[in-house]
């Protein structure tokens, strides 16, 4: 008789341990062979659940998602206006270790976009556009969609500078470009 596993708490479990070997080794030791071993199992209790090393990666990314959404909420909290709109634009622009460490996941899981274009989660960057368009439209922007597009490549260009050159783009400097660009968008 099969084993009943609840699908959803599997791969949450999946996904923590995808994280942990992140964590501990780096985005590029992420293995099925490497996350069973940390799950204690066989490869078998992964590949059932999640077959790929892409999949791997974006079930992590999609896993903490919900957790990005709950945390945005509470950073902006019941700010309005261009507060709203910096608030916003600093969340997406964190230096906290999870974050960083998600980014180089999420730059993990690009590059196998041209093989497995399935294996790339294009959920959470519209929903990043969306916050951002919001946030615009709230602060006022005669143009938000263009103010939505610029933050979204703005952050996005962040998560790979941020890798490339971690010693350059510091929070202050990042802080002072966010800060020049959200002022630039609300000062008509």
Not at 75 to 97: C, F, K, Q, Y
Request: proline content about 4%.
């Amino acid at each position: 008789m099969p084993i009943d596993v609840d699908e959803v708490q599997r791969r949450k479990a999946i996904a923590q341990a995808t994280l942990a070997v992140a964590a501990r080794e780096g985005a590029r030791a992420i293995t099925i062979r490497a996350v069973a071993k940390e799950l204690g199992g066989s490869t078998a209790m992964v590949t059932n659940y999640v077959p790929t090393r892409a999949a791997l990666i974006l079930n992590a990314v999609r896993a903490a998602e919900s957790q990005w959404r709950e945390d945005l909420e509470a950073h902006v909290g019941d700010r309005t206006g261009a507060d709203r709109l910096r608030a916003t634009v600093e969340w997406h622009l964190s230096t906290d270790p999870e974050d960083l460490l998600l980014r180089s996941l999420w730059v993990e899981m690009l590059s196998a976009a041209h093989t497995d274009p399935a294996g790339v989660d294009r959920q959470e960057p519209r929903e990043s556009r969306q916050q951002f368009l919001e946030a615009s439209l709230t602060a006022g922007v005669p143009d938000a969609a263009l103010a939505a597009d610029l933050l979204s490549l703005l952050t996005r260009g962040y998560y790979i500078s941020s890798m490339e050159e971690p010693g350059y783009w510091t929070p202050e400097r990042v802080a002072r470009v966010a800060e020049t660009v959200v002022d630039a968008l609300t000062t008509s």
